[in-house]
C-alpha cells in the first residue's frame, strides 16, 4: 500500500529525529537556528518553527527561552511492538471493543470498511471554516439547520417527505437507537428485532432491560407471519429492523414483504424503527418502510458512519413531528446536544459536491469487493445466504461440525478476527453455524488460507 505524501512539517522532523537518533546530534546540543533550518531543509521558517514544537512535544528535543532548542537528555519510551492479544470471550462486548482497538490484522470480522475507503482527505480540506463557526455557543438541540435542510432534500429523493423540523441530528446511529429505547422501552417490555440483527442494538436493550424478541429474518426481509406470532404472544408494541444492506445478512427487503410488514404493524399496533446506515451508497427507489408509511409508525435513522466516516459521530432521525420532539427534549436533558463543529464538516462536504463524489467511488468498491468476496467463498466452498448487494455484510455458512468459539480462538492467535454468528442472534447461538464476514477484507489471502487449512483442503 503507498504512503500518503509527509508534510514539510513531517519532513523537518523526520530528518531532525533521523539525526537526534543516529548520534550526529548529541544530547544538549543546541538544534541549528530557525533560519538556518530553513534553509538547510529548504522550507519557511513558521515550517520549522511548527517541527520543532513537534519535537518538544515527542520529548526529543527542550526550548530553553532565549537560547534556543537543545536536544533532550531523557528519551521517549521505545513503542513496543504489540503482543497477540489472547481471545479470551467470544461475545458482543469482546467484538465491539475489538473494533474499537484493533489488534488483529486480517479483519474479515470488521463492520467497518478500511480507513483508506473513507473520505479523511475531503474532511481535512473541510475542517479550517468549521472549526472556527463551531466554536461560537452550544448550538441547538435539534442540530446544525444547514444539514437538516440538506437531509430533508436527501430524504425527498428517497421519497420520504420531511421538513427540516421533522429532522432531529445525533451523535450517530446509535446514539439515535439509545434515545429511542429511552423514550418507548420501560424495564420488562418486550422488544421485537431482526434474528440475526445488529447486536450492539441487543446490549442497548438489554441495559434497559427490555425483553429482546428475535424475529426471523429471510433473504428478501423479516418473515412476518413469525413477526405476527410472536407480537402477539409477548405482547410487543415496538419493532428494530435494517431493512436494507441488512447487517449481518447484507440482504434488503423487497417491496411486497414491505407491504405486507406495515400492514401488519398497522394490525397489531406496532411502532417501527427502521435503521438505514447504507442509504447514501444504495438506490433511492429501493423499498424502504419509511417511504411506504410516511414516518406515521415508522422512526427512521440514518448515520454518515458507514459511508463516510466512523469518527464523525453524526447521524439523524427523521419521524413524526410529535415523536421528534419528545426525542428532541430528551436528547436536550441527556446531552444538550450534538456536535455542532462535526456537523459543519458534514454540511459542506454535501454542499460542495465532494461528497457525491467520494459515493460515487465507495459504490465501485464495494460493488467490486462484493464480487471477489463471493468468489472467495465459493472456492471455499463456503455457502452465502440470499443475494447480498450493496453494504459491506455477507452471512456466510459453515460446516455442521463447525465449533464457531474454537474457530474464533485459532484464528485470532493468527491475528485474523471472525465474527461469529451466534453474536447476532438475540437467543444465542442456535443452529447451523454461521459467520459475517465483511467484503473490504476477504482479499486478503491469509483469510482463504486459514480457512483452507481449517478444513483441511490443500
Not at 408509511?293 to 427523521?318: E, N, W
Request: glycine residues 8%; charged residues 25%; positive net charge.
Amino acid at each position: 500500500m503507498a504512503h500518503e505524501p509527509r508534510t514539510r512539517v513531517e519532513q523537518v522532523v523526520a530528518g531532525l529525529t533521523e539525526r537526534i537518533e543516529n548520534g550526529l546530534l548529541r544530547p544538549g546540543e543546541r538544534l541549528p537556528s530557525i533560519r538556518a533550518a530553513a534553509s538547510s531543509f529548504a522550507v519557511s521558517k513558521n515550517t520549522v518553527v511548527h517541527a520543532y514544537e513537534r519535537l518538544v512535544a515527542s520529548g526529543r528535543v527542550e526550548s530553553r527561552p532565549g537560547s534556543g532548542f537543545y536536544v533532550s537528555g531523557r528519551r521517549p519510551a521505545p513503542v513496543a511492538t504489540p503482543a497477540p492479544v489472547p481471545l479470551r470471550a467470544v461475545d458482543s462486548v469482546w467484538l465491539l471493543r475489538e473494533q474499537l482497538d484493533r489488534h488483529y490484522d486480517v479483519r474479515v470480522g470488521d463492520g467497518r470498511p478500511p480507513p483508506a475507503w473513507m473520505e479523511s482527505a475531503e474532511v481535512g480540506r473541510s475542517l479550517r471554516p468549521s472549526l472556527a463557526a463551531a466554536s461560537e455557543s452550544y448550538g441547538s438541540p435539534d442540530g446544525y439547520l444547514p444539514l437538516r435542510r440538506s437531509l430533508a432534500l436527501r430524504l425527498a429523493d428517497r421519497a420520504i417527505h420531511a421538513e427540516p423540523e421533522d429532522v432531529l441530528l445525533t451523535a450517530g446511529a446509535n446514539h439515535a437507537l439509545d434515545l429511542i429505547i429511552r423514550q418507548f422501552v420501560a424495564p420488562g417490555d418486550p422488544v421485537l428485532v431482526d434474528s440475526p440483527g445488529y447486536y450492539p442494538l441487543f446490549g442497548k436493550l438489554r441495559l434497559a432491560k427490555a425483553r429482546i424478541v428475535g424475529v426471523r429474518r429471510n433473504p428478501d426481509g423479516p418473515d412476518v407471519a413469525h413477526l405476527e406470532a410472536m407480537a402477539r404472544a409477548s405482547g410487543a408494541r415496538l419493532f428494530f429492523t435494517h431493512s436494507l444492506a441488512h447487517n449481518p445478512t447484507g440482504c434488503s427487503l423487497t417491496l411486497p414483504v414491505a407491504h405486507r410488514l406495515l400492514q401488519r404493524a398497522g394490525a397489531l399496533d406496532l411502532r417501527i424503527v427502521e435503521n438505514d446506515p447504507f442509504a447514501d451508497v444504495l438506490p433511492a427507489a429501493q423499498a424502504r418502510l419509511a417511504a411506504l408509511d410516511q414516518l406515521d409508525r415508522v422512526i427512521y435513522v440514518g448515520t454518515f458512519a458507514k459511508t463516510l466516516s466512523a469518527s464523525l459521530r453524526c447521524g439523524y432521525i427523521a419521524a413524526r413531528r410529535d415523536v421528534r420532539e419528545s426525542l428532541r427534549d430528551l436528547k436536550m436533558v441527556t446531552s444538550v446536544n450534538s456536535s455542532g463543529f462535526v456537523e459543519r464538516v458534514v454540511h459542506e462536504l454535501i454542499e460542495s459536491g465532494r461528497y457525491r463524489r467520494h459515493l460515487r467511488r465507495l459504490g465501485g468498491r464495494i460493488d467490486a469487493a462484493t464480487l471477489q468476496g463471493r468468489a472467495v467463498l465459493h472456492g471455499l466452498g463456503l455457502p452465502v445466504f440470499g443475494e447480498p448487494r450493496g453494504g459491506y455484510y455477507l452471512w456466510c455458512g459453515l460446516p455442521d461440525a463447525c465449533n464457531l468459539d474454537a474457530l474464533s480462538r485459532r484464528a485470532a492467535s493468527r491475528s485474523i478476527l471472525i465474527a461469529p454468528g451466534g453474536l447476532f442472534l438475540p437467543e444465542g447461538a442456535a443452529g447451523p453455524p454461521m459467520m459475517r464476514v465483511n467484503v473490504a477484507h476477504l482479499g486478503d489471502p491469509r483469510f482463504a488460507r486459514f480457512m483452507r487449512e481449517e478444513m483441511g483442503g490443500s
